[in-house]
């Protein structure tokens, strides 16, 4: 990231280009309207919100209003604050060595409007990227007034200047984003004399430090994200806080499967290839978690889990590839598994399911299992594979059992092209995981029967 070359490097030669000072607000309102003129998606990234949450937000932007989105935990409320940058202007002109960035036409510290005064037209101007313009704080309990706000500098006190001196002020975390975007995540974790400190910011737009007012007009827009939990039925965000955010907006999981998916595919970090019914599931099993009577709605299922499990099924292809000298390794629904194995505790259950967790997610992701390769496999005739299964050897997978391998058990049908070609497998490894979904199908169906033999081999009989 560089900045500009050809750009005025000083006011006069910033006031002779015409350029125009906006406010964060306006600045945002006017970039948004134009990229919703032009069919610009101005969320890249967001999945699942163009009907609710997104409109919502764009309303609450071109309103001007400060915002806090309620949702529970993954389910986009961040990624969707890190997007908001994208609606400022790539660039804009800043006071040169200025400790708030605050635009050459409208210096507010004490130090900027001395020098303002003192060079006039010369007064020397920078340019910073709008990935500059974006501070995020994560609120925790040991967060104090002094990060957010500012507090005395004693070096500069030592310095020989007087304490009620404003240029003795070390500023915090929100007048630095002057002229940007504050979000502050979990908002409800910050102690409520904490909280207080903000209500100056986001009304009067001043700061109070120590003792002393020192009025400054910030240009920030101050964004956060809240559990509803902790926001409603806790209280643990004050009432005046509350009542200062214009919008307040819930947030919620993929409400279509293929939103779903959608999230996965762009999420997660595969280390070898994941078929897409595999991802379908995932995506499955992680609404029936969502659904569940037996897991507690209030903390919810993130959208991590399933991100989670995807690059779990992966590793474990990975891990069977090197361990079988499979050149191109492939995931096949026995690596699914390891997802309850590994992931169980990304999942809170009600008080009454001590000692029943791993029951109630096998569960799940079997009925998960069944739905895709029912959905998937509509209207084949896998009556050839199941006489082919009964009348031959058992079908042995697992860890241990290469993809060429398990094809090598059953005789060439017709059905099992079917199956690869319904399932889009490409190679010996997809059309492998192709098969094997068939197979678990069935066994999910009561039309074959399925156990573990002695090394632990899933065998279909």
Avoid: C
């Avoid at 200025?98 to 006039?120: F, K, N, Q, V, W």
């Avoid at 029936?288 to 009577?293: N, V």
């Avoid at 008080?351 to 998937?376: C, N, P, Y």
């Avoid at 094997?436 to 081999?457: M, V």
């Amino acid at each position: 990231m560089t900045s500009p070359t050809v750009r005025p490097s000083t006011l006069g030669e910033l006031r002779a280009s015409g350029h125009v000072h906006r406010s964060v607000k306006d600045e945002i309102r006017q970039n948004l309207l134009a990229a919703l003129r032009d069919g610009i998606d101005p969320w890249p990234g967001i999945v699942g919100f163009d009907d609710t949450v997104v409109p919502q937000l764009e309303r609450a932007l071109l309103a001007g209003h400060d915002v806090v989105l309620l949702g529970e935990r993954g389910q986009g409320k961040t990624r969707l604050l890190r997007t908001l940058p994208l609606l400022l202007d790539e660039w804009t002109p800043v006071i040169a060595g200025s400790e708030l960035g605050e635009h050459p036409y409208d210096p507010i510290t004490p130090a900027s409007i001395r020098r303002a005064a003192e060079l006039g037209d010369d007064l020397p101007v920078a340019w910073r990227h709008r990935s500059e313009r974006y501070a995020e704080k994560l609120a925790t309990p040991d967060t104090s007034v002094a990060d957010l706000v500012g507090d005395v500098d004693p070096v500069k006190v030592a310095e020989g200047r007087s304490l009620g001196d404003p240029e003795t002020i070390h500023f915090g975390l929100v007048p630095r984003a002057h002229r940007g975007i504050v979000a502050v995540n979990e908002l409800p974790d910050l102690a409520e004399r904490i909280q207080v400190s903000l209500l100056n910011v986001m009304e009067e737009r001043d700061i109070q430090v120590r003792g002393y007012t020192l009025r400054l007009p910030l240009d920030v827009l101050l964004v956060a994200s809240a559990n509803p939990e902790d926001y409603t039925n806790r209280g643990r965000i004050i009432t005046p806080l509350k009542d200062r955010f214009g919008a307040e907006i819930r947030t919620h999981y993929p409400t279509q499967l293929d939103d779903e998916i959608a999230v996965i595919e762009q999420e997660a970090q595969l280390q070898s290839r994941v078929p897409d019914f595999l991802l379908e599931i995932l995506a499955r099993f992680t609404r029936l978690l969502r659904e569940s009577t037996s897991v507690d709605q209030r903390s919810g299922v993130s959208a991590r889990f399933a991100v989670a499990g995807a690059e779990t099924v992966a590793a474990a292809a990975m891990r069977r590839g090197a361990v079988l000298g499979e050149a191109d390794p492939v995931a096949r629904p026995v690596d699914l598994g390891t997802v309850v194995e590994v992931l169980r505790g990304k999942v809170e259950f009600e008080s009454g399911e001590e000692g029943r967790e791993f029951e109630v997610l096998d569960h799940l992701l079997r009925r998960a299992t069944a739905d895709a390769a029912r959905t998937r496999l509509a209207g084949v005739d896998l009556g050839p594979l199941v006489a082919a299964v009964e009348q031959g050897r058992p079908v042995v997978t697992g860890d241990r059992i290469t993809a060429k391998a398990l094809l090598d058990e059953l005789p060439d049908l017709p059905v099992l092209d079917v199956v690869a070609e319904r399932l889009g497998a490409d190679g010996i490894g997809t059309r492998a995981a192709a098969v094997e979904l068939a197979l678990e199908g069935l066994y999910l169906a009561r039309r074959i029967a399925k156990h573990a033999d002695d090394d632990g081999a899933a065998v279909y009989s």
